[in-house]
């Protein structure tokens, strides 16, 4: 209960503070806490949530969801070198516990994007051809038609990589 109360109170003080950053005539408010107080207060209990996650070893979706709350929290305030290594050690701790699973797909391709979104057009290629690897190789047996189709999507964002990097020959193939 106190690390879901923890977690709901950081996402209170996230979004309030999101809100309140961008907001051109905001309401008045009992919260007395500026912006960047509210930031650091959301900070220090999705990092709270996260340690207790990696102390009690329970699931690994657990962890991998604070861990991926965090990401988004650095990612929204500009710190976009803690959120890829959130995404990162989201990656690895569902590898961890199946290597081919549908959790380390969607985190590969939520890092993926979230290069893509920073222009970072080369190790957005990387990161797709990681993710279509798995796609083609341990899990294609597996793949229904939904996921026939988001493999075709993963080849046309990785197209789309390419030609940022003005690859023709490679954005073609």
Known sequence: ILIETYRGLAQAYHQNAIFRSV??????SRVTLT????????????KK????????FRRPGDEATSLRSLADF??????????????KSVIQIYKKDDPSSQEV??????????????????????TYNELIDLQEGPLYETLDEEGIQK???DYG????????????VRSEA
């Open 74 to 87: 650095y990612n929204d305030t500009g710190k976009f070198d803690k959120a890829e290594q959130q995404l």
């Open 151 to 153: 493999l075709a999507r």
């Open 49 to 56: 949530v996260v340690a207790h996650y990696q102390s009690t």
């Open 157 to 168: 964002d990785l197209a789309q990589m390419y030609s940022a990097l003005k690859d023709k």
């Open 23 to 28: 907001a051109v005539n905001p309401a008045r």
């Open 105 to 126: 797909l969607r985190a590969i391709k939520e890092l993926a994007e979230f290069y893509r979104k920073r222009e970072r057009y080369q190790d957005a290629a990387r």
């Open 35 to 46: 912006p960047e107080q509210q930031f650091s207060e959301a900070e220090e209990l999705y």
